[in-house]
Each structure stands twice: as structure tokens, then as C-alpha cells.
């Protein structure tokens, strides 16, 4: 599609940009919006509890464990179908600060809910404060120590006012558009955990298997190895490796941009597969133990985490400066016989067998113990090399092709956010398309 702006355009005084289609008028927030005041009452406990999220109003499941819980709700604001809600505090903290709700329920009162005024497309209006929200466009509107705007201040903001029809058409035509945007990045998302579902398989089957598919096979007798190539031997963990428990006490606030030491904070390691010269996060002497050094070819694993998914999770460092662990995690330091490489890979490999030890509701760990009891196969230094290099190769084929696909989704958000915002501002004629 091609698009092109509208014949005729007059200036006007909206904060964002200066002239609007000439068919369009300038009014203030007030005249699309009323504020709501209705809190839920007696009724929360039979009422659904909402929350604002990235991907827009969602139902929350008061007794799931996540997140802040209460025993009483009924100061909680009372939102029904069609009703938006903005989020005006904190804007850098927040990655969401509009929703529009498609379900009735009650959602905390920290948050403002409006409804639309009659002969209003709040669906445009959504799209247009989607657009503001993906730029960060309120900011300038934010005031005090909390980044507030307040409700009256928020209603007396100039915005641009399409009349009825076009208002329509412009939802109609986003709600098509982004659909269809929507649909090819599920797709690429979905291909994502295809290629890293591929990659955990690769690298499990080459840890447990060995490299010749001809190898004559036998029960190991280790529950997460099952069959491996009858000439195998084995070990436990600790008799290959030493393992030291993190417990640096630096926190989020300490670490730096730039410092004496990588800081391992578990809060960041999880995060990635690799502590390389990208990881940018420090700490100074103050912090130093010399039982917490991390050193090239060493091995981080997570022991805490708020999903089981992350437990258990591992990262290689490959810096050849010094890093400090911290809580949270266990440090694997390779004896001499033992490839660094050779021994991330086969933590990946048995990261889902250590979840099986998780204890917890909220926050999952395992023990040290548990750590210690896993066997891995004994391979001379050469076979570790080669499944190593082998790996290493595979791994970042699949890492290539995830990449892409990451780009593509990033292009696509930007286009859509690009899309939405130059429909609702008018800065492209859209109706011929409807």
C-alpha cells in the first residue's frame, strides 16, 4: 500500500506536532473522556481483578502466589468493557501506560480509568494514546518527585479530533493493519522457540549421545543421561569441577557502568548465555573476595530464581578480566582435566533435571547437595574438545537464524508503532483503504 497525506492541512497548538487535516479539529482530553469514581465495594470477591500489562488489561489470578496480594480489594476501582486506563506515574519505570479493557472486573486504584463519551471511537482513542505511550510522549506532562500528571491536568491536554466517521475508519483500518502485523510476529516468535528448542535438543543428544550415531549404546544408569555409548564412564560433578556459592552481597543498586570487577548478579545472569566483553555491569574493590573470582572458561549457574524455567539456568564466561559471583548462584571452576566449554554445554544439557529438586512456592532453589550428586560423562580432554567445537559450531547456526528472526520482529513493532502513529495523528490519509 501506498499511502498519501491528506489535500489540506491547519496549524495547530497540540504539543506533538503542529498542523492537523483540515477536516480534523483540536479539542482537549475532556471532550473524548470522563473520569470513573466507583470503586468495587463489597463486591470484590466475586469480581474479576484486572491488571495493566505490556500486552495490554489482562485477568490476574488473586491466589496464584505472583505478585502483591491483599485480603481486602474493595477499595479497587470498578472497570467495565470498553473503558481505558491509564497508568500516570512513573512513566520510565512503567512499560505499559494505557489499556483498554475487553473484560469487566476491578483493577487497583493506583491506576486512572476514564470512559468514553457517546458518539466517541475509543478504539481510535486507544490508538492514539498507544501511539503517545510507545513514545514516551507524556513525559513532558509528568511532574514531582513521582513523574505525575495529575487527572484534571491530563484532561485539559490538546489532542486532535477526527470527526466520527473518520474515526471509524481509522480503527477499522488499525485494527486490520495491526492484526495482520500482529500475526507475523506470533509467527516468527513462534519459529523462535522452534530454532531454541532445536538447540537444547542438539546439544542434549551431543552431550548424552556422543558424536558417531554408530556407537553401540548402554543404560547408564544416571536417570538424566539414559543410553550412552557403551565405552562411557562417569563422574559426579564436584569431582571434576570446584563449585563455590556465591555470596558477594552486592545488590541491583551497587552495580556500575564502568568498574574494578564484572559483577555477576544473578538478576543479570540469567539473562544471558555468555559473560562477554557486551556484559557491562561492574563493581569496585569494596566487594572483592578472592573465594569469588570468576576467571576465563569458568561456569555461572543460577540457583534461584522466581520460575522454574530460569532455575538452573548456566552462562559461560569468557572474559579474561575478573569477575565477582554473587547470590544466588553457583560458580563452576574446571579442574585441569575439564574443558570450561565442553562442561557449560553439559550444564545445559542437565539444567531440567536439577529443577526436579526445586523447593519453594513463590521462589524456587535447589542445594548445593543436589548440585554435587549430578553424574557426567568422563571424557578424555580431546572427546570434550571435539563436542565442544561441534557444538559450538551447531549452536551458532541456530543463533544466526534466532537473531534474524529477532530483527525481523523488532522491524515489524517499530512499523506497527510507526503505522499507528501517523493514521491517528493524520499524517496519512487512510480512507481509501477502508
Not at 565477582?324 to 560458580?331: C, P, R, S, V, Y
Not at 528472526?405 to 499507528?420: A, G, M, V
Amino acid at each position: 500500500m501506498e499511502f498519501k497525506p491528506y489535500p489540506l492541512y491547519i496549524p495547530c497548538d497540540i504539543h506533538w506536532f503542529n498542523e492537523i487535516p483540515q477536516s480534523w479539529k483540536q479539542v482537549r482530553v475532556e471532550q473524548y473522556l470522563i473520569k470513573k469514581d466507583e470503586n468495587i465495594g463489597d463486591l470484590w470477591d466475586s469480581t474479576q481483578l484486572l491488571s495493566l500489562t505490556q500486552k495490554g488489561i489482562i485477568e490476574k489470578d488473586i491466589n496464584d502466589g505472583k505478585g502483591k496480594t491483599h485480603s481486602d480489594y474493595s477499595t479497587y476501582q470498578a472497570i467495565d468493557i470498553g473503558d481505558l486506563v491509564f497508568c500516570l506515574f512513573d512513566i520510565d519505570e512503567t512499560p505499559r501506560t494505557i489499556g483498554l479493557s475487553t473484560k469487566q472486573g476491578m483493577i487497583t486504584s493506583a491506576y486512572t480509568a476514564f470512559k468514553s463519551k457517546k458518539n466517541i471511537n475509543t478504539q481510535y482513542l486507544y490508538y492514539f494514546f498507544e501511539s503517545l505511550d510507545d513514545a514516551k510522549a507524556l513525559k513532558p506532562y509528568y511532574k514531582g518527585l513521582r513523574k505525575t500528571v495529575r487527572p484534571p491536568e491530563f484532561l485539559k491536554i490538546h489532542v486532535p479530533f477526527p470527526p466520527k466517521v473518520e474515526q471509524d475508519v481509522i480503527s477499522q483500518f488499525l485494527d486490520t493493519e495491526t492484526a495482520r502485523i500482529d500475526n507475523l510476529i506470533s509467527k516468527q516468535e513462534k519459529l523462535i522457540k522452534l530454532l531454541e528448542e532445536q538447540r537444547k535438543s542438539v546439544i542434549s543428544h551431543t552431550v548424552t549421545k556422543g558424536l558417531n550415531p554408530n556407537t553401540p549404546m548402554k543404560d547408564s544408569g544416571v536417570e538424566w543421561l539414559g543410553d550412552v555409548p557403551e565405552h562411557w564412564d562417569f563422574n559426579r560433578l564436584d569431582g571434576i569441577t570446584k563449585i563455590v556459592r556465591g555470596n558477594s552481597t552486592f545488590a541491583k543498586g551497587d552495580l556500575l557502568a564502568v568498574g574494578q570487577y564484572v559483577a555477576l548478579q544473578y538478576g543479570k545472569t540469567y539473562k544471558v548465555d555468555e559473560i562477554n566483553n557486551s556484559y557491562n555491569s561492574y563493581v569496585n574493590q569494596e566487594f572483592f573476595k578472592d573465594t569469588q573470582v570468576a576467571e576465563f572458561k569458568d561456569v555461572v549457574l543460577i540457583s534461584t530464581s522466581e520460575t522454574l524455567e530460569d532455575l538452573g539456568h548456566s552462562c559461560f564466561y569468557t572474559r579474561h578480566d575478573l569477575g565477582l559471583i554473587g547470590g544466588e548462584q553457583f560458580l563452576l571452576k574446571p579442574n585441569r582435566n575439564t574443558d570450561g566449554k565442553y562442561l557449560y554445554y553439559a550444564t545445559k544439557a542437565f539444567s531440567q533435571h536439577l529443577q526436579r529438586y526445586a523447593t519453594g512456592l513463590k521462589v524456587f532453589r535447589f542445594k548445593l547437595d543436589d548440585l554435587k550428586n549430578i553424574y557426567i560423562p568422563n571424557l578424555s580432554l580431546i572427546d570434550q574438545n571435539l563436542i565442544a567445537t561441534f557444538l559450538d559450531q551447531e549452536t551458532s547456526k541456530i543463533d544466526t537464524l534466532v537473531t534474524k528472526q529477532k530483527t525481523l520482529i523488532e522491524k515489524l513493532k517499530e512499523y506497527r508503532s510507526s503505522i499507528i502513529s501517523h493514521v491517528v495523528t493524520g499524517k496519512i490519509d487512510i480512507r481509501e483503504f477502508c
